[in-house]
């Protein structure tokens, strides 16, 4: 065998045994998180229906609880998760900063986010929040709903004092008096609101990005069939939820142990659970948000963010038509 013969052999050969090359190992395990902030991952795990349909395959269902969008983000990022539920924007900034996920579905058209204040506050704008303390957990819808607010009155992070806590500990930092408002996160939101007087004294419905599940690149390539059965369903989930209203907010005090007028605020007021799709409407509201991002100075003005946007969303992988 002559020089040139071995050398494009042994090319052959290497090529073949690439990591790119080698089919995907076959799925032992899907991860997937739950959240009180999407009330359909809480009625997807309680009734056990990823379990039921992988059950023939041998493959195993892992759940993990995401405190907040930033958490979910962290553990898909880290590989520790398959899919996890978000807030688009939160979705968007983490695609930015390159997070290898893709945005696939919609569990809820939500109002979870406002800026929020104690019930004897004089707080009654956000300009009045110039100088003041206030609670939030960077990398989430309500911290993008702040930087956006900010913006609006003409202010920026700067002209505040951010107190970073996750949700749960922000609401308990302004109830003591430790802050003076917080970016509230529902069910948090709704209990403060309920259970201490809190007033929410900024609200912007469309300033809410949607609720977005994703899922880690690699995993949607190498099992699309299983991402496709995941969404199936989840949209399963999704339509149980909306047409038993009852069991949802049964299967979520289970979970929370909030008192039914807190819940009802939340699943009754605030969320909407009639999308699915990821379209339009959805793009537009992640878009806005990002390119409000970019004008606040979060984002880098050298970022294309639509770009960005139509590298996160995969909007292929196929629901159920009935």
């Known amino acids: 065998m002559n020089l040139t013969r071995r050398i494009l052999l042994a090319g052959a050969v290497a090529l073949a045994v690439t990591p790119a090359a080698k089919a995907a190992d076959p799925l032992k395990e899907i991860r997937i998180d739950w959240a009180t902030y999407n009330p359909v991952s809480l009625v997807l795990k309680q009734k056990g229906l990823l379990e039921k349909e992988f059950a023939k395959d041998g493959v195993t269902i892992t759940w993990v609880q995401s405190a907040g969008s930033n958490k979910a983000l962290e553990f898909l990022n880290a590989g520790s998760i398959d899919f996890g539920s978000t807030a688009g924007s939160a979705a968007l900034v983490a695609r930015i900063n390159g997070n290898p996920i893709k945005s696939i579905y919609v569990y809820s058209r939500p109002e979870w986010t406002a800026l929020v204040t104690g019930k004897d506050s004089r707080l009654a704008s956000v300009a009045d929040l110039k100088g003041k303390r206030v609670a939030v957990t960077r990398g989430t819808d309500p911290h993008i709903f ?21 949700h749960a500990d922000g609401k308990t930092a302004l109830i003591r008096g430790d802050v003076d408002a917080w970016a509230g996160l529902d069910p948090m939101m709704a209990q403060a609101e309920v259970e201490e007087g809190a007033r929410l004294f900024y609200r912007k419905a469309d300033a809410n990005t949607w609720g977005i599940l994703n899922v880690r690149e690699q995993f949607l390539k190498d099992h699309p069939d299983a991402a496709r059965r995941v969404l199936a369903v989840y949209e399963e989930a999704r339509k149980y939820s909306l047409a038993n209203y009852d069991d949802l907010k049964k299967t979520f005090i289970a979970v929370t142990r909030l008192p039914e007028a807190v819940v009802d605020k939340q699943l009754k007021e605030r969320t909407d659970l009639t999308h699915s799709r990821i379209g339009a409407a959805q793009r537009e509201s992640i878009l806005a948000a990002g390119l409000a991002l970019q004008q606040a100075g979060v984002v880098d003005a050298k970022v294309d963010v639509k770009a960005t946007l139509d590298a996160l969303i995969d909007d292929q992988v196929p629901l159920p038509t009935n």
């Open 146 to 166: 702040l930087v956006r607010a900010l913006l609006g009155a003409g202010l920026t992070e700067k002209d505040i004092t951010p107190v970073l806590l996750q």
